[in-house]
């Protein structure tokens, strides 16, 4: 069982930064793939960035490229999401996602169907 808890979220101006935080529970943590997904109001969950095990490989939208950064302390058992010169189109619920039955980054990474364990969310909210 893995049990994931993001935190950092809050409310930043255009052009600011956040770092958000995931915290995992699991004692082969370091053998997952993490994502990081967000869903503004109205729409669907959408992909952010993913992580394979030992960092070997990270990938993200084009949406955010450039701007958010996805690294993990596997030793704290941490995924964070470091989030530089944010946009209003960037608020929504970022949720951590644990792909527990993959180290790699599989082909679906971009579908939330690909994970098996969720946090509940931290809202990020970016004003003009």
């Known amino acids: 069982q893995v049990q994931l808890v993001e935190s950092g979220g809050g409310l930043v101006q255009a052009g600011g930064s956040l770092r958000l935080s995931c915290a995992a529970s699991g004692r082969t943590f370091s053998t997952y793939a993490m994502g990081w997904f967000r869903q503004a109001a109205g729409k669907e969950r959408e992909f952010v960035a993913v992580i394979s095990w030992s960092s070997i490989a990270t990938y993200y939208s084009d949406s955010v490229k450039g701007r958010f950064t996805i690294s993990r302390d596997d030793a704290k058992k941490l995924v964070y999401l470091q989030m530089n010169s944010l946009k209003p189109e960037d608020t929504a619920v970022y949720y951590c996602?644990?792909?527990?039955?993959?180290?790699?980054?599989?082909?679906?990474?971009?579908?939330?169907?690909?994970?098996?364990?969720w946090g509940q969310g931290t809202q990020v909210t970016v004003s003009s």
């Open positions: 996602a644990a792909d527990s039955d993959n180290p790699g980054i599989t082909p679906s990474f971009r579908s939330p169907d690909e994970y098996d364990y």
